[in-house]
């Protein structure tokens, strides 16, 4: 099956170059399409303390698509996992996902700080994160993601 999507808007600013770590201070603008949405889009998302964004990794090399099982950053130390058991951007459908803290909402431009896309990124989604939606029970996930995420915010 085919899904079409068309992005809502683009990440305005932040960092130009793709790099793995140290994403936690940076602050971007995603900036809605006019053409498509008003203000009222956006009305009552300012209430919450972060934001859920959807994007498409568009300078991601589609040649790269991993299918099958690799090294996460190819680091041969760390465990050979399928693509999804890991969240690299050589994904099937170029789709990353990131919770960010939610600065501040101007017209259609949303400010917000921790997202790991860079300027352009088109956007697909927004979604308010809400603590009900995450998690229930004990989370678990092995060690070496701690060691992958040290740097990374």
Known sequence: MNIS???IGHVRGGRTEVVD???GGVEAVIELDAA?????????LDAFSHVVVVYHFHRADPQKIELAARHPRNNPAWPKLGIFA???KNRPNLLGVSTCRLLGIDGLRVRVQGLDAVDGTPVVDLKPFMAAFEPRGEIREPAWVAEIMARYW
Do not use: H, K
Request: glycine letters at 12%.
């Open 21 to 23: 770590d140290n994403w």
């Open 5 to 7: 999507l068309e992005a």
């Open 86 to 88: 890991q969240r690299g």
């Open 36 to 44: 498509r949405f008003t203000a009222e889009s956006l009305a009552g």
